[in-house]
Nanobody, 123 residues
């Protein structure tokens, strides 16, 4: 069992930055691929970024490539999402996700979800 708790969301002006954190419970955190998804009002949840269990590979949606960076600290059971050059279309609830299978996670077939944290970028 893995429990995920996100933090770091908030209101930021366009062009600004935020860093989201996701703290995971459980001793097997380092076995899981981790990811971030987001859901904007009236839209389906979409993949944002993922990182393999050891941090050796990362994956990004085209819409955030070059602006967002996912990282993890297995000693702290935490995964991060550094978001730079934020745009109004980045307004969404951001969810942390964990799964043993990186490919499944990237496809949205996720074993564990966090409760989400709101990011708002006014236009």
């Amino acid at each position: 069992q893995v429990q995920l708790v996100e933090s770091g969301g908030g209101l930021v002006q366009a062009g600004g930055s935020l860093r989201l954190s996701c703290a995971a419970s459980g001793r097997t955190f380092s076995s899981y691929a981790m990811g971030w998804f987001r859901q904007a009002p009236g839209k389906e949840r979409e993949f944002v970024a993922a990182i393999t269990w050891g941090g050796g590979s990362t994956y990004y949606a085209d819409s955030v490539k070059g602006r967002f960076t996912i990282s993890r600290d297995n000693a702290k059971n935490t995964v991060y999402l550094q978001m730079n050059s934020l745009k109004p279309e980045g307004t969404a609830v951001y969810y942390c996700a964990a799964d043993l299978n990186t490919r499944a996670l990237r496809a949205g077939t996720v074993r564990y979800w966090g409760q989400g944290t709101q990011v708002t970028v006014p236009s």
